[in-house]
């Protein structure tokens, strides 16, 4: 447990360092669908943190930052209760 | 490589929805079968890692960046059928939460990434063979996240290129050799990233690797 504590604070630790250096550059799909012309429609569903911003957080740094925080706080809970869920013996 | 909102017609979306639908069912009970013991904090932080990676970018070229998508990662790490779950659970939640994938191009991203992902273990294991460790299995796992990128981007060459927008602009003769392009390059980049972490799990934590156990056992 102690081990995946440290790999969780070093993970998060990373996050920090490398999010100013993220490039800011299209991806491959959307590189593609601009060189194409297709614009991007209007979503669905906008989500709660849309680009991984907080709407309420003007610094961009920040804001994505507690952004990220939030959704990997997201999927580290509801991985641990897949994985009690898939190891629990029926 | 997360398809928005917008870009898959109606039977597309619906059709992937339903093939991936069926894949996850058929990996959560193959998963289920595989993991006697509790593995839960393992699953938990392999998935944070891959969330938190998939949101930093690296440029590429030509103004064009990619991101590690972290497939292969997942299947050594977690095995193929909890890798494709893992990499689910983060897919859904990105649609869910902050725009990145639309919710009706959910199945189509499951497919392209979780489920491709994922079962991209297959792939090791056909390179790497019985040789869990040393040169062929580094080159195994470098060519299979090679591999799982470049394949997640035929699949969703095909899937934008037969929806109206595109077909429009030219359809799947143009979206499939582009996304091929630049997701070949991307693709390197993931092979790097990977065979990296792995290599150094492998050398700090073997223990870690339950991916590489049931390569090890011959379990699948």
């Known amino acids: 447990m102690k081990g995946y504590i440290k790999a969780l604070v070093l993970i998060l630790v990373g996050f920090a360092v490398m999010l ?12 593609v669908a601009e060189t194409l012309g297709v614009g991007e ?3 669905l569903w906008r989500g709660l943190m849309p680009d991984y911003t907080l709407p309420t957080i003007e610094n961009p740094y920040l804001s ?8 990997t706080f997201l999927v580290l809970a509801l991985s641990f209760a897949l994985g009690k869920a898939l190891s629990k013996t029926s | 490589m997360h398809i928005p909102d917008g870009y898959l017609s109606l039977e597309v979306s619906l059709l992937m929805s339903i093939v991936s639908a069926s894949f996850l069912v058929l990996c959560w009970k193959k998963a289920k079968a595989t993991y006697p013991k509790s593995f839960a904090s393992l699953l938990a932080v392999s998935s944070a890692f891959v969330f938190v990676a998939q949101m930093i970018n690296f440029p590429i070229t030509y103004g064009t960046s990619g991101h590690l998508v972290g497939g292969t990662f ?16 983060v897919l859904i939640m990105q649609a869910l939460f902050f725009a990145d994938g639309g919710i009706s191009a959910l199945g189509a991203n499951i497919f392209n990434m979780a489920i491709i992902g994922g079962l991209s273990f297959f792939l090791v294991k056909f390179i790497a063979g019985n040789s869990v460790q040393g040169k062929r299995f580094t080159t195994a796992v470098f060519v299979a996240s090679w591999l799982s990128v470049v394949l997640g981007a035929l699949a969703c060459g095909l899937e934008i290129g037969v929806s109206p927008v595109f077909s429009q602009v030219g359809g799947i003769a143009v979206t499939v050799p582009a996304m091929l392009f630049w997701h070949t390059l991307i693709g390197l980049a993931e092979a790097a990233i990977t065979t990296a972490f792995i290599t150094q799990l492998h050398r700090l934590q073997p223990a870690v690797l339950n991916g590489l156990a049931l390569l090890k056992e011959g379990a699948f």
Do not use: Q
Request: charged residues 10%.
């Open chain 2, 74 to 89: 997942l299947a050594v790490v977690l095995g193929p059928y909890a890798a494709v779950l893992s990499m689910t659970i």
């Open chain 1, 41 to 43: 429609s209007e979503p």
């Open chain 1, 20 to 31: 100013p250096l993220a490039s800011t550059y299209p991806d491959g799909l959307e590189t």
């Open chain 1, 64 to 71: 994505t930052l507690l952004a990220g925080l939030f959704g």
